[in-house]
Structures are given as C-alpha cells and as structure tokens.
C-alpha cells in the first residue's frame, strides 16, 4: 500500500538558517512525489513535483528536494530560510495517470524563529 | 495560478442536519477531489470524480457522503445526516486531464454541534 511518512512533526529554524524537512514514502512502482505548503487558514499550494528525470527538482520560493530512490525519500530543503516560511508542509505521492489521488504524509509544522 | 474556490468557508450545524459543501474547480479541469483534514493532523483522501462517475472513494466516505457536479456547475459533497465525527475542514481539489497537479481550495470548516 502506499503511504508518506514525514518523522518530524515539529521543526525550528532560526531565520537565515538552512532547512531540511523530511519525507520517506512506500511505494510499489514509479510515484509522482510533491511538497505542498499549507499557509494558516488556507489551502494547500504546490511548492514542487517530481516526475522522472533529474532527481533534484526546483520549486518556489528557493524550495528544492531531492528523490532518491534507493532511500526512498524526498527531502525538501531550502538553502536560507525567512520568517514567512513559517507553514506546515505536506510531502505527497501519488500514482501515474490521471485522477491518480495523491497520499499525503502527516506534515510537518515548520517555525522561523527571528 | 488556477483557483479553486470553496463556498461557504465555515458552516456549523446540528448533528443529524444535512450539509452542502461547494466547489467551484478550475475551469478546464476534469478531475475532482474531496479531501478531510482534522484539525493537526494530515489530509484524508475521500473521494475523486470523473465524468459525472465517482472512481475511487476511501473507507472514509461514508454512506452518508455524495457527491455530485450538475450540469458543470459546482462540485458539491453532501452529508445527510451529519454526525459529529464529521467535523473537520473539507478540501475541494481539481486537477487537468492527464495532470497529477491537484489544485486545492482554501476549505470549508464544518463544525457539527
């Protein structure tokens, strides 16, 4: 079956710092994996997608994460971090095709601290 | 980018009423999605939708739960009757033909007293 797990439920940086929220994933087969980003009150927005190819894939807003495969992860990480980051991200994968839903890990709430 | 609006953003009723949750997808897209999310922890899969058929629905879509777009309007999730586990925000999402990309709404928080 498949299934997202993202081990920390909580993160604090301070403003500046790097990050790297983490994601693991089981899946039988090739999934799509995504980050989305979950701002108070609102929906959920796409901060990137893997497909095929380069296994470092660029998002929004200096976001990037990395597939690896024979770990079965895809870390987001970000290089310097600034207050308004301040979220809860969602690692997710689904299958390939279309109306293919996507399983969504537990999140992560993530804290900028100044 | 592409906007799915969701109507109303929060609605309380008593348990046993009925509740319309709306949806109004991006234009162009095809597939639609209806998600649960109780409040801190992770979003739920219920149900998707396609040409007017639902594909795939979890354990969490009750007999209660139906959905339905008529005539391409808004993508609606009904529960009647409402219980009180049902309270949560529910995500309206919609994707293109052949796109993985689900593009959510801000949610709808119903409480169900």
């Known amino acids: 079956a498949q299934s997202v797990t993202q081990p920390d439920a909580r993160v604090t940086v301070s403003e500046g710092a790097s990050l790297q929220l983490r994601c693991k994933y089981s899946y039988s087969g090739t999934p799509y994996l995504f980050w989305y980003v979950q701002y108070p009150r609102q929906g959920l927005q796409l901060l990137l997608k893997?497909?095929?190819?380069?296994?470092v894939v660029q998002g929004v807003n200096g976001f990037e994460a990395e597939f690896i495969k024979s770990n079965s992860s895809f870390h987001l990480r970000k290089a310097s971090v600034h207050w308004s980051d301040s979220a809860v991200y969602f690692c997710?994968?689904?299958?390939?095709?279309?109306?293919?839903?996507?399983?969504f890990g537990e999140g992560t709430k993530l804290t900028v601290s100044s | 980018g592409p906007k799915v609006l969701q109507i109303p953003s929060h609605q309380i009723i008593d348990m046993g009423q009925m509740v319309t949750l709306n949806c109004d997808p991006v234009?162009?897209?095809?597939?639609f999605y209806w998600y649960k999310q109780i409040l801190g922890q992770q979003m739920e899969f219920l149900v998707n939708f396609y040409n007017g058929k639902v594909m795939e629905k979890s354990k969490l879509f009750k007999d209660q739960f139906s959905v339905e777009r008529p005539d391409g309007s808004y993508f609606t999730l009904k529960i009647q009757p409402t219980a009180l586990e049902d309270s949560a925000v529910y995500f309206c999402?919609?994707?293109?033909?052949?796109?993985?990309?689900?593009?959510f709404g801000a949610g709808t928080r119903l409480s169900v007293l």
């Open positions: 893997y497909y095929s190819g380069d296994p």
């Open positions: 234009s162009n897209h095809l597939y």
């Open positions: 997710a994968v689904s299958a390939q095709g279309g109306s293919a839903k996507l399983i």
């Open positions: 999402a919609s994707s293109p033909l052949g796109g993985n990309t689900l593009y």
